[in-house]
C-alpha cells in the first residue's frame, strides 16, 4: 500500500469521525468515503474553513460548493416554497432562480401565476415578467408588462425597469420614443450600460457626433470613479472604447 493512499485514508477517517462527533449531515460520510478526493475537499470546505474564519470569504465559499454538489437544490426549495405559499416572495424568488438558468418560459409562468387578487398588478412580479418576455424576445409584451406595472403602480420607481422599457421601444422599432428613455437614464442610470445604449442607438441612426459626444462623456467620467466602479463596470466601459 502506497504512502499516499495511507494517508488518504487516515485523512478520509479522521473527516469521517469529525463528521459523527459533530453531529453533521451523515451524508457527508458517503461524500467522503465513496469520494476520495472531491468528497474530503467539499467538507473541508463547507463544514471545517467557515467554523474557523467565519468570514464573508467563507460563506461564499460555502455557498458555492454546496452549489456544485447540488446545482437544483435552491431550486427545488423554491419551487416548493411556492406550491405551498404562492406568495409574492416565493414566486419572485422561483423566478428568479429558473431565470438565472435561463428558463425563461418557466420563469414568466412563475411570475404571471402570481398576479392574481391582491397582487394582480405586483410591482416586483410584472417586473419579473418583463424581464421574461425580454429574453424570448416578446418586446411588445415586455414593453405592455412595464405599461401595466407603472399605470397601477405610479409611485414605483426603478431603473432596471425604466432602462428595459428603453431597450423594448428600441427592439420594437420605435427609435426616437426609445432615444427620449435613454436621455432620461443619462442622468440617473447608476451604471455605464444606459450610456452606452445611448450613444449606440445614436450612432445606428447617424448622429456620430452625438454618439461620440456620449460615449466620451461616459468613458472620461469613468476614469474619474473609483477603481471598483470600472472594475464592476468593465463590459460595458470595454464596448463604449471600441466603439468610441
Keep these: 500500500m502506497s504512502a499516499y493512499l495511507i494517508v488518504s485514508l487516515l485523512i478520509q477517517a479522521a473527516l469521517i469521525a469529525h463528521c459523527i462527533r459533530s453531529g453533521r449531515n451523515f451524508l457527508w460520510i458517503w461524500a467522503i468515503a465513496l469520494i476520495p478526493l472531491a468528497g474530503p475537499l467539499a467538507y473541508i470546505v463547507v463544514e471545517l474553513l467557515p467554523a474557523l474564519l467565519r468570514g464573508e470569504t467563507a460563506r461564499r465559499a460555502r455557498k458555492g460548493m454546496r452549489r456544485a454538489i447540488d446545482p437544483d ?19 419572485k424568488r ?21 398576479l392574481t387578487g391582491i397582487f394582480e398588478h405586483d410591482p416586483t412580479l410584472l417586473m419579473g415578467l418583463a424581464r421574461c418576455q425580454f429574453a424570448q424576445g416578446q418586446f411588445a409584451a415586455a414593453r405592455a408588462s412595464l405599461d401595466r406595472l407603472i399605470e397601477h403602480n405610479p409611485d414605483f420607481k426603478s431603473t432596471e425597469g425604466h432602462l428595459l422599457y428603453a431597450r423594448s421601444l428600441e427592439q420594437e422599432g420605435e427609435a426616437e420614443r426609445a432615444l427620449q428613455e435613454y436621455a432620461v437614464l443619462e442622468g440617473s442610470y447608476p451604471g455605464a450600460e444606459a450610456r452606452l445604449r445611448y450613444g449606440l442607438l445614436l450612432k445606428r441612426l447617424g448622429r456620430t457626433e452625438d454618439a461620440r459626444r456620449v460615449l466620451k462623456e461616459l468613458l472620461d467620467s469613468a476614469q474619474l470613479a473609483p477603481r471598483h466602479y470600472r472594475k464592476a463596470q468593465a463590459r460595458w466601459l470595454e464596448w463604449a472604447a471600441r466603439e468610441l
Design 94 to 114: 422561483l423566478g428568479e432562480q429558473l431565470f438565472d438558468r435561463g428558463q425563461f418560459a418557466q420563469s414568466a409562468q412563475a411570475f404571471a401565476g402570481g
Design 73 to 91: 437544490k435552491e431550486l427545488r426549495q423554491a419551487s416548493a416554497q411556492a406550491a405551498m405559499s404562492g406568495d409574492v416572495d416565493s414566486r
